[in-house]
């Protein structure tokens, strides 16, 4: 019985450790400009867990087998562990977790705490029940105010976020469905949610970050290949939550400031 539950705990470990060892890389390409660090980040994790994850499944699996119910009537001792050994293995895994914790959050605090630099693109991300809308400033270099007793989420793109109209420096405010981004470039975002809690999730900027009814969070991230990527809602945000993506463009500068100008002209 020892051996037959060796067998089947070894098993299942060296069987699904081959299923994620096959598929070599779980993420798409990574085009921004943290991307290498958080995926070199990401590969130390996953092979460093891996390896404890085999020792551990294997030792178990010896374990097991090694203090197997061998038919004799010996008294049984029972162990109260080893002082030494717990004490070890809570320290390993003590500086592992802390470790891996100081060497990932300097990327992530230079995209939330570190300010973006002055040429830096300010776009606005609004999430709502089930849409995202992103917003420019226009040639004015600033945000339209916005009231939320003007918030419409059934109405077009103005409304749906509550902009204040009346106000100058919203009238050249362009909102889109799509998010567009000059390639290279730094982007200022500010994230904002409507309704309740929603995550802005763009895999292949390695980017996830949520966005909160009542606060306007800033990260900075810069796009760094031409393309069509993928946003999601990375919050279980309600019954429409699945169908909550979005599409982020990136091209090169010149044809960002003609969508935006074509955007403008067509507000006109
Ligand atoms: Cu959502």
């Known amino acids: 019985m020892g051996l037959a539950l060796l067998a089947i705990i070894w098993i299942i470990t060296f069987i699904s450790t081959y299923f994620f060892a096959a598929k070599t890389w779980w993420l798409p390409k990574g085009v ?63 500086m592992l977790f802390i470790g891996l914790n100081l060497m990932g959050s300097p990327i992530w605090a230079a995209e939330r705490f570190e300010p973006a630099k002055p040429d830096a693109l300010p776009v606005e991300v609004t999430g709502m029940q089930f849409a995202w809308y992103f917003r420019y400033t226009g040639n004015d270099g600033k945000f339209g105010a916005t009231k939320p007793e003007l918030i419409d989420p059934s109405s077009g793109n103005e409304a749906a976020i509550g902009l204040n109209t009346n106000d100058p420096a919203a009238k050249d405010d362009v909102i889109s469905g799509t998010m ?15 309704d309740v809690i929603h995550s802005f999730f763009v895999p292949a900027f390695r980017f996830k970050q949520d966005a909160v009814p009542g606060l306007r969070i800033h990260m900075h991230f810069t796009p760094t290949e031409i393309g069509d990527y993928e946003i999601a809602c990375a919050e279980l945000c309600g019954m429409g939550h699945y169908k909550m993506h979005g599409m982020v463009k990136v091209v090169s500068q010149a044809d960002f400031e003609k969508w935006l100008a074509d955007r403008e002209a067509a507000k006109q």
Do not use: C
Not at 62 to 82: A, E, I, M, T
Not at 180 to 194: C, G, H, M, S, T
């Open 32 to 94: 921004a400009a943290a991307a290498p660090a958080i995926d070199n980040q990401f590969a130390f994790t996953y092979v460093a867990m891996g390896i404890v994850f085999v020792l551990a499944q294997g030792a178990l699996g010896f374990l097991v087998w090694r203090y197997r119910d061998r038919g004799d009537l010996r008294k049984v001792s029972y162990s109260h562990g080893n002082t030494k050994l717990e004490v070890l293995w809570t320290a390993l895994t003590a």
């Open 180 to 194: 567009y981004l000059p390639v290279n470039r730094e982007v200022d975002l500010q994230l904002r949610a409507i």
